[in-house]
């Protein structure tokens, strides 16, 4: 929910800014911020006049831990793009369209507002900051909202990113993929992920604990996370399809529940990872509570089994998605999601859109 407004913005010069840049939205604005998109601002705007309702999303103010996060201009740029491609399909295409905002502009002088900012429609319905879904209303539900998810997510991938003018995306461009051929020097999605999650960590590793004044150090087990995933071996055969880059159910609007009709996503946010990559990550991150729970349950069990005093406590994740608890909750299974994702991008690709996204 919108409320009291946290990072204050200069309302006159938003304004002025909207006067000449997006006359659509009528002027004067009631501005609230939001609880959530917190790595960005966010704002919802309110037109005084017809009570039409926006979002901003805003650069954080002041230095940056990464440059490789907070990037409204990226937000802008796919939403921008999915949203013309909705656009352009003609039924039945429609019902494999992405679920976007519409994006109305983007400003890259930081003279207006202090930082580069984007505005687009706001979209209504249901956020489950919750993966388990607890305030569905029961069990079937519960399981089409997860089919929604995946159906969503298969769309997304199906998108050709040329087609959307989005081929360089994210460092994306240049040499094709040993999935599709071709030549030159593009990084493959593993070494751009690599490099940006290594500078990401050195730069949090420096921070300097606000009381003590010491630096916070190196994230733990990071080191090996790094070389496992460093190890060309272990990766399944680099792909290139646009993705999300932080795809989980909290980063979805759903539609408001109704009476005989099947829930839907509304909406797909928060973009700033988006990039030219490999599908599965996404869908991996999707179903990451389901491996969570079980390795923490797992964990768990070998704590109780071998009480010592020096073990830390283990706690499970989020029981739901054991898989005691799944069926009686309508959480599916993992693979009945991998089932329904494969159905949807060769439903996506038949309809004319691309390549499928295949496993």
């Known amino acids: 929910m919108a409320g009291k407004v946290r990072h204050p913005i200069d309302t006159a010069a938003l304004e ?10 009528k002027l004067p604005l009631d501005i609230k911020q939001f609880g959530f998109g917190q790595s960005n601002p966010t704002y919802q705007l309110t037109s005084t006049v017809d009570g039409s309702r926006y ?18 201009e990226r937000e802008y740029r796919v939403i921008r793009a ?27 002088d930081s003279a207006v507002l202090g930082t580069p900012f984007y505005v687009m429609t706001f979209v209504g319905g249901r956020i489950f900051e919750d993966p388990a879904m607890p305030d569905a209303r029961g069990a079937a539900e519960r399981t ?4 929604a998810a995946v159906e969503a997510l298969a769309a997304l991938h199906s998108v050709d990113p040329a087609a959307v003018g989005l081929e360089s995306f994210g460092g994306g461009g240049g040499k ?7 030549g030159g020097s593009r990084a493959s999605f593993y070494e751009r992920q690599l490099a940006t999650w290594t500078q990401i960590c050195e730069a949090q590793a420096q921070t300097r604990d606000a009381e003590t004044g010491a630096a ?14 460093g190890d060309a071996s272990r990766r399944p055969r680099d792909r290139a399809a646009l993705i999300h880059g932080d795809y989980k159910i909290d980063n979805l609007i759903f539609t408001a529940a109704a009476d005989g009709q099947d829930p839907a996503v509304a909406a797909i946010l928060d973009w700033e990872m988006s990039t030219i990559g490999h599908p599965l990550s996404d869908l991996a991150n999707l179903m990451y509570p389901f491996f969570s729970a079980e390795l923490s349950s797992s964990s768990a069990s070998s704590t109780s089994a071998s009480p010592s005093s020096s073990a830390p406590s283990v706690s499970i994740s989020n029981p739901a998605f054991l898989a005691s608890s799944r069926a009686a909750l309508g959480i599916p299974e993992p693979a009945t999601l991998l089932s329904w994702y494969v159905a949807a991008a060769t439903s996506a690709s038949s309809s004319g859109r691309g390549a499928p996204a295949k496993l």
């Open 144 to 147: 089409l909202l997860w089919k």
């Open 16 to 25: 002025r800014y909207i006067t000449e840049n997006v006359p659509e939205i």
């Open 176 to 182: 094709k993929n040993n999935a599709q051929g071709g």
């Open 82 to 108: 999915l949203g013309q491609h909705n656009e352009q399909l003609a039924p039945p295409r429609r019902r494999h369209r992405v679920p976007v905002p519409r994006a109305l502009c983007l400003c890259e």
């Open 216 to 229: 916070v150090g190196p994230i733990p087990h990071m080191a090996e996370l790094l070389a496992f995933f």
């Open 55 to 72: 979002v901003l999303r805003k650069k954080p103010a002041g230095a940056l831990l990464s440059q490789a996060a907070h990037k409204v």
